[in-house]
């Protein structure tokens, strides 16, 4: 397993959203539309532009990501 990110590229994460609409990458807790409760969401990371997009049945979101040390 690695122990780091890579300074470049992408990293896919794919998590169920629950009722309380609260996912959890790399630490973070990130609260999501009504839209993605009950599915699952499949989560990118770009590393370079810390962007993390999210993805769903037809919804998505996009929003900053601050990586942590």
Do not use: K, Q
Request: charged share 30%; glycine share 4%.
């Amino acid at each position: 397993m690695p122990t780091e990110l890579p300074r470049r590229g992408v990293v896919e994460f794919v998590r169920l959203v629950r009722s309380d609409r609260v996912v959890r990458i790399l630490g973070a807790r990130i609260t999501v539309p009504e839209a993605f409760v009950h599915r699952y969401l499949s989560a990118t990371l770009h590393v370079r532009t810390r962007r993390l997009v999210l993805d769903s049945e037809g919804s998505h979101l996009e929003i900053p990501f601050v990586l942590r040390p």
